[in-house]
């Protein structure tokens, strides 16, 4: 009976880390979320799938994006891990300048297929995509920090999801803005292409949810993504600081469940004016 004050407390902590680490709640009362669809196709209709995607949630979401419905919509694809074993085939996600939205209704995908010019209704939507892939689970993430380029189709993102040890939200915050931000500010300065940001997951609840928190790498190509951030930089960032004390500090407050590997497939946001 005590997981819903539990989840509500490290709810609370993830909107003060907002406040303490970026002053975000000085400008604007509620954080970025993130809507995290996992998904798994049907076999042998992956083409299809994926044909789907391009033709059909596409441009209905381009025209949600333009409607200011939501801030941008992305589809990734798993790389690692793969197969019939892999939790995720893909992964689907609407992002939020503030907070979720109430999921839409028939009507309102109705509204937005008719203005992306999509001849389907809200329900023969539903049935093509449940055609060719079942839903896994859904989570909702609060971004706390995020800094780099927009993402952009063909780069490589590596999902790191840990399990924050209770009382601990605000030093593993801490850790991971205070040491690792400044090496990615770094290796953007010197020419590296991705960005990265840390999130706080506000749903599902529970104590058998597996993991609390992400961080997410973002890569150009794979070359990057397989050669990462050098040592060499956080010697130049933290030159006094030894990295071996800090990831045992952060082992400390977090375990790691697992990291996913996944290449961008598609991308949208709100088109620009001219």
Not at 136 to 144: C, F, R
Request: proline share 6%; aromatic share 10%; net charge neutral.
């Amino acid at each position: 009976m005590y997981a819903p004050r539990i989840r509500l407390f490290m709810l609370a902590a993830v909107f003060a880390a907002v406040s303490a680490v970026t002053g975000f709640a000085q400008a604007q009362k509620e954080p970025p979320t993130v809507r995290d669809f996992c998904v798994k196709v049907i076999p042998g209709k992956n083409a299809e799938f994926e044909a789907y995607i391009h033709d059909t949630a596409v441009p209905l979401n381009q025209s949600r994006a333009d409607a200011g419905e939501i801030a941008w919509f992305l589809v990734v694809r798993g790389v690692i891990p793969a197969g019939t074993s892999a939790k995720c085939d893909y992964r689907i996600a609407y992002g939020y300048k503030g907070l979720p939205p109430e999921p839409l209704s028939d009507a309102q995908i109705d509204a937005a297929l008719k203005r992306a010019q999509i001849n389907l209704s809200a329900k023969e939507l539903a049935a093509k995509r449940d055609s060719l892939s079942q839903l896994v689970d859904v989570g909702i993430w609060s971004q706390i920090e995020a800094i780099g380029a927009s993402t952009e189709k063909g780069n490589y993102i590596r999902l790191n999801h840990y399990s924050v040890k209770p009382g601990e939200w605000e030093n593993w915050t801490h850790l991971e803005t205070t040491y690792w931000k400044p090496m990615v500010e770094a290796w953007l300065k010197s020419g590296g292409k991705g960005s990265w940001g840390v999130y706080g997951q506000m749903m599902p609840e529970g104590d058998n949810v597996p993991y609390n928190a992400l961080t997410v790498d973002i890569f150009s190509d794979w070359n990057s993504l397989v050669h990462g951030v050098p040592f060499a930089t956080w010697q130049k960032v933290h030159p006094n600081t030894d990295a071996t004390d800090v990831f045992d500090r952060l082992d400390r407050v977090r375990s790691r469940h697992d990291i996913e590997i996944y290449k961008v497939l598609e991308v949208t946001a709100p088109a620009k004016s001219n």
